[in-house]
Nanobody
Framework: QVQLVESGGGLVQAGGSLRLSCAAS????????MAWFRQAPGKERDFVAA????????IYADSVKGRFTISRDNTKNTCVLQMTGLKPEDTAVYYC????????????????WGRGTQVTVSS
């Protein structure tokens, strides 16, 4: 049974930082591309960042480029989203997702999802 479990969310002031982690189990982690999406209340789930199986290929949403960094540790089956320079508009539930081999900006591409972790940025 595949499980993705996010952690690290919380309340932070604008300009602050948070580090989100996604712990994966039940899959061959090194064979899966990983991604982070987010969903604000009343809005669609939006792409944030993704990286390939080896961790060297990454893509980001324009809104987070230069502020967020996605990484992975295939020895620990974890994917991390380091967020800096947080803004109130970054407030959302953040979801970790996994897809076999190929990363994408589309939610439709991902087979497995975590339950999410809340990030709230106060102004």
């Amino acid at each position: 049974q595949v499980q993705l479990v996010e952690s690290g969310g919380g309340l932070v002031q604008a300009g602050g930082s948070l580090r989100l982690s996604c712990a994966a189990s039940g899959l061959t982690f090194s064979s899966y591309a990983m991604a982070w999406f987010r969903q604000a209340p009343g809005k669609e789930r939006d792409f944030v960042a993704a990286l390939g199986t080896g961790g060297s290929s990454t893509i980001y949403a324009d809104s987070v480029k230069g502020r967020f960094t996605i990484s992975r540790d295939n020895t620990k089956n974890t994917c991390v989203l380091q967020m800096t320079g947080l803004k109130p508009e970054d407030t959302a539930v953040y979801y970790c997702a996994a897809n076999r081999l190929v990363y994408s900006k589309s939610t439709l591409a991902y087979n497995y999802w975590g339950r999410g972790t809340q990030v709230t940025v106060s102004s």
